[in-house]
């Protein structure tokens, strides 16, 4: 049987111990957002979540935040358990929360500028469900997925850590964004509004990342 997929509302998120299980195997401590802040990211519908299901047992996650202000949809997280992989799945499962987010912006009167995600760079450590970095990288690139030629670095999800990363795009109908514009709405709009990152942290950020230019 197929997995089908679902964009899922906050109860259904809140209640589904598969999915916060996929989700702490998937990614490493220091890259996880807490619960409440993705739960509070679907309440507030300045996010989404997703799941890909084997009946009622969930195979896959994923969760995005839109960027409004730039019409961008950022993909936060996005995992299959090792037993789905090779099939085909992360593809379809890619492109439905894609196009599930497109919708969304639509139907808020925007149109998509396309994507924009982290990938952790080539020989980081391996997950705990078995995807190493270059894995990773490699499956977005086959999904249209570019590497911006600038640093990254993901502001402290955990609290505490920062981690060097790339950032990656796809775009939507040739519509380009500067990386300086993309960074600055992940950063202010998503991990300021949502995760409540203080700003200060943020600019010193944005003024590190300036000077490797």
Known sequence: MPLHFKVMDYQQ???DLDWWMVYYYSFAPEER????????SVASETGMAFSAKDGNVTK???TVHLLKDISTIFLVYLAIVPSERGKGIGTEFFRFVEESATQKLEALGLKSAGMV???QKAGHSIDSLGSASDTRRAFFERNGGTVLPCRYIQPP?????LID???MVKSQDGISLSPTTLIKAVYYDKYHRVNEINKKTLD???GTLKKNE
């Open 13 to 15: 998120l809140r209640e």
């Open 33 to 40: 957002e807490s619960e409440l802040v993705i739960l509070k």
């Open 60 to 62: 896959g996650i994923a």
């Open 117 to 119: 995600w982290e990938v």
């Open 157 to 161: 999800v955990d609290g505490k850590n």
């Open 165 to 167: 990363m790339h950032l």
């Open 204 to 206: 010193n950020l944005l």
